[in-house]
């Protein structure tokens, strides 16, 4: 049965499956924080959002997002203009909008060609 809570000895290896999942991430799309968990098998949202917080400086962490379609306040400015660069699907468009339009803009998990110029930095 997978952990719900991993401990401090198996925290290394969830975080890196969290950041391997957020790498994965195509550009314009999104994931939830529980869309990681649920990827993954293990973990809960908060759990996904701790290894975002602590070593997600290294990955596109803008691309993790709550269910609702914004980022906790103190990143919403800059998640919101690497969303613009990116033409993520945003509620009120492009230039007013300030929120992802998770219908839209939600990564369904699959695998994405290698053809995209932006590749996986693999460095943490």
Known sequence: MPTRHPGPESLPDFAEAV???VDQIPSGMVLAYADVAE???RGGPRQVGAVLSA???SVTWWRVILA???VPQPLKEEAVARWRSEGTAMVGGPLAGCRVDMARARW????????SDEA?????
């Open 39 to 41: 990827l993954l098998g």
């Open 120 to 124: 996986p930095t693999g460095a943490r």
């Open 55 to 57: 070593y997600g400086s």
């Open 68 to 70: 609702s379609g914004a």
């Open 108 to 115: 369904d998990g699959q695998a994405r060609p290698v053809d």
């Open 19 to 21: 950041l391997d999942i």
